[in-house]
Each structure stands twice: as C-alpha cells, then as structure tokens.
C-alpha cells in the first residue's frame, strides 16, 4: 500500500523558514517523480512544484520559485519542501504527492500556519 | 496559467446520475484529471488522462472530453459520494486546478 506521511508543519512567523518532510512506502520510491501540493483555508489549490525521480530536476510554479525548494533522498525515501520568507498567504496545508503527470497518491497533509 | 472553471455546487438524490463539468481557458488536450475530496481527508485520485479510472475507483465514475471541456459522470451516485471535485490540468504550464464543485447528497 502506498503511503506518503508528511510532517513539520506548525506555526511560524513570517519572514522564517521552515522545512517539511514527506516519508514514502509502499512503493520504490527512487522510479517516481514527486511534488508538493498546498491547500488554503478557502481550499484553494495550488501545484508547488515537482522533482525527478534521481533529483536531478525540479520544476517550480514560478511565483513560488524564488522561496520554495524542493529536494528528496531516495535512500530515506524522503522528499523535502524548504519554505524561506514564509508569508501569511502560505498559510495552507501541504501535500506531498506522486507525480505521474497527474497527482496519483497524497499524503494527510501537514499544516502550515503564518502568524506573528 | 491555464484557468479551470467548475460549478460551485450541485446538489443529487441518491440513485440519480451527475455530471460535473470543467472549462479550461485553452485546450489541454486530454490531460485533465480529476480528484475527490471528502471533509478532513486529502485528495484522492478518480480519473487520469481525462476518461481512465484510477485503480480501486468504483466503475460509476467515469470521464470524458478533450480540448476544453470536460466532465466527470457518476451515476449512480450513493450517499458517500459527498464531496468536493477537483479538475487538474498538466498540459499547459503549471499544473492548476479548478476551484472544485461541492456535491451535496438531498
């Protein structure tokens, strides 16, 4: 069974960074590409960004470019999101998924919360 | 970006048939995707490439279209069909989504 469990959201002030996590298993996590997914409280949704299977790609929305990095280790089957100058408007809860050109398998999400 | 438009709300007796329908601003040829959302749950994926079925999804979903217009069937619909859909385009740019459409069950 495939299961993405995403973790280190939480509150933060604005101008931090922050860095999320996403643990895969179930499946060989090194063969898929993989992206971030965010939701705002109006459940809005927003495409982050995508990384290739080996890491040697990444692929942004371009207003997120410039803050938003995303990195994977394949030995720990983990995918990283770092957030820089966080800002109110990141407030949302963010997914991890697998990416097959379409977004096939989500995690729970981890909540991100920009407040002073 | 590519923009999706969908219907805000629908609401369906149980045993009816329902269509949810989704404009794209310009064609994506057949790469439009669509989720499910229940309440405190995260997406899940229904149909791929405008008209597959995602592995384990019941057989009365079912999608169609191309170029801008698209529509997610389900019919019958059951009580816990209630959710959100979601329409995901891949073709053009960015990835986007449509705002959803709430399916409501009277």
């Known amino acids: 069974e495939v299961q993405l469990v995403e973790s280190g959201g939480g509150l933060v002030k604005p101008g931090a960074s922050l860095k999320l996590s996403c643990v895969a298993s179930?499946?060989?996590?090194?063969?898929?590409?993989m992206s971030w997914v965010r939701q705002t409280p109006g459940k809005t949704m927003e495409w982050i960004g995508d990384?290739?299977?080996?890491?040697?790609?990444?692929n942004y929305a371009p207003s997120l470019k410039n803050r938003f990095t995303i990195s994977r280790d394949n030995a720990k089957s983990t995918l990283y999101l770092q957030m820089s100058n966080v800002r109110s408007e990141d407030t949302a809860t963010y997914y991890c998924?697998?990416?097959?050109?379409?977004?096939?398998?989500w995690g729970q999400g981890t909540l991100v919360t920009v407040s002073s | 970006d590519t923009v999706l438009t969908q219907s805000p709300a629908l609401a369906v007796s149980p045993g009816e048939r329902v269509t949810i329908s989704c404009k794209a601003s310009?064609?994506?040829?057949?790469?439009m995707h669509w989720y499910q959302q229940k309440p405190g749950q995260q997406p899940k994926l229904l149909i791929y490439k405008a008209s597959n079925l995602a592995s384990g999804v019941p057989a009365r979903f079912s999608g169609s279209g191309s170029g801008t217009d698209f529509t997610l069937t389900i019919d019958p619909v059951e009580a816990d069909d209630t959710a959100t859909y979601f329409c995901?385009?891949?073709?053009?740019?960015?990835?986007?989504f449509g705002a959803g459409t709430k399916l409501e069950l009277k």
């Open positions: 995901q385009q891949s073709w053009n740019g960015p990835n986007t």
């Open positions: 179930g499946f060989t996590f090194s063969d898929y590409w």
């Open positions: 990384i290739k299977y080996d890491g040697s790609y990444t």
């Open positions: 998924t697998r990416y097959n050109g379409w977004f096939a398998y």
């Open positions: 310009e064609s994506v040829s057949t790469r």
